[in-house]
């Protein structure tokens, strides 16, 4: 009896936590993965984001890898909503970095703001989820590239 109710309030909690992360607005990045670019010193980081895109007014304009320092390696930027895609996955390639630099690979929704759902790794030992700490580089929403437009008819 103690086991049936054990195992029944962890499977309503695994719910709850569930339906919380499903509420909406929501963004994350779910998978990550990091390949050595053919010359140089950087790295392709290959994402998938899932969001809760609606439209211009509701949706991920960008995705970032940033270093444990804070210090913004790369940003993908994203032209319009991917109601209609979700998952969807983008490529980009970092600055010249060490294959043990430590990432944080995060999603920015407009207009709310980073999401702390994320991933944490490194091209040579991968990514796993984590929760990033919130404030962490909050600055860098407001420098480096970041859209103005919006056009909802590629959505």
Not at 52 to 72: F, I, M, P, R
Not at 96 to 121: C, E, Q, W
Request: charged fraction near 20%.
């Amino acid at each position: 009896m103690v086991k049936y109710v054990c195992l029944l309030g962890f499977a309503m909690g695994m719910a709850a936590l569930s339906s919380a992360f499903a509420q909406e607005p929501y963004a994350e990045i779910s998978d990550v993965s990091a390949s050595k670019a053919f010359l140089g010193s950087s790295y392709s980081i290959y994402a998938t984001v899932k969001s809760s895109d609606k439209d211009c007014d509701h949706y991920v304009n960008w995705w970032e890898a940033v270093s444990e320092d804070g210090t913004l390696l790369y940003r993908r930027t994203l032209g319009h909503p991917h109601s209609n895609e979700q998952p969807f996955n983008r490529v980009g390639s970092t600055r010249a970095i060490d294959g043990d630099t430590v990432l944080y690979v995060r999603a920015h929704l407009h207009p709310f703001g980073y999401s702390p759902n994320g991933m944490k790794g490194s091209a040579n030992s991968g990514f796993k989820a984590t929760i990033i700490p919130e404030g962490f580089a909050a600055e860098l929403a407001n420098s480096g590239e970041i859209p103005t437009d919006c056009d909802s008819s590629k959505d």
